[in-house]
Nanobody
Framework: VQLQASGGGLVQTGGSLRLSCAVS????????MGWYRQAPGKQRELVAR???????NYADSVKGRFTISRDNAKKTVYLQMNSLKPEDTATYYC?????????????WGQGTLVTVSS
């Protein structure tokens, strides 16, 4: 099972980026999907999560600016990030809960770096 994240980069304050994370491998069912981030010297924190039914929750710091979505057919989760701020600078990791064989497991992507310049 692999999670391939993409879409990070350097953007100016107020700009936008769209992150994608595609799941490959023998996961038969994907439940929750989410994005986390980790800034240098800080703990990894939840950015947003989305259930298989489309219910979402967001960190207070990104509400109204970020939107999480998913394409179940493509096994892909997206994070649209608007009105970016320097404090959004971090490595962003995707995360999924998936059924592999007969076991549910939690999987992480490799991370994609987002840098917001002031």
């Amino acid at each position: 099972v692999q999670l391939q994240a993409s879409g990070g980069g350097l953007v100016q304050t107020g700009g936008s980026l769209r992150l994608s994370c595609a799941v490959s491998g023998s996961i038969s069912i994907i439940n929750d999907m989410g994005w986390y981030r980790q800034a240098p010297g800080k703990q990894r924190e939840l950015v947003a999560r989305i259930t298989s039914g489309g219910r979402t929750n967001y960190a207070d710091s990104v509400k109204g600016r970020f939107t999480i979505s998913r394409d179940n057919a493509k096994k892909t989760v997206y994070l649209q990030m608007n009105s970016l701020k320097p404090e959004d600078t971090a490595t962003y990791y995707c995360n999924v809960d998936g059924l592999y064989g007969f076991s549910w497991s939690n999987y992480w992507g490799q991370g994609t770096l987002v840098t917001v310049s002031s």
